[in-house]
Nanobody, 122 residues
Framework: QLQASGGGLVQPGESLRLSCAAS????????VGWFRQGPGNEPEGLSC????????FYADSVKGRFTIFRDNAKNTAYLQMTNLKPEDTARYYC?????????????????RGQGTQVTVSS
């Protein structure tokens, strides 16, 4: 299972770090990605990091603001989010797959967490 945490209510321009902890399997056998989904919306893939951590991929909507990284020793991946905007408000999910594909996140993941809510509002 995957457990996402770290969401909350923040003001525009602030930062949050989301964590994705794996249990029951070894996360470093998988690429890890993050996607978000608002009410009534399709999943939006945000970022993905390869097994080794040497390659990261981002959607244009978050490039330059979000950073994905992983600590395989802790079986955990992270999404550092900066300069948050109201349009970033959504429920954020982490997912593990054999391969990195930002556009496919949220649709047919091998593992998926339950999500953590991020609300950006003044």
């Amino acid at each position: 299972q995957l457990q996402a945490s770290g969401g909350g209510l923040v003001q525009p321009g602030e930062s949050l770090r989301l964590s994705c902890a794996a249990s029951g399997f070894t996360l470093d056998d998988y690429a890890v990605g993050w996607f978000r989904q608002g009410p009534g919306n399709e999943p939006e893939g945000l970022s993905c990091i390869t097994v080794s951590g040497s390659n990261q991929f981002y959607a244009d909507s978050v490039k330059g603001r979000f950073t994905i990284f992983r600590d395989n020793a802790k079986n955990t991946a992270y999404l550092q989010m900066t300069n948050l905007k109201p349009e970033d408000t959504a429920r954020y999910y982490c997912a593990a797959n054999l391969f990195c594909s930002v556009g496919s996140l949220g649709r047919n993941d091998d593992y998926r967490g339950q999500g953590t809510q991020v609300t950006v509002s003044s």
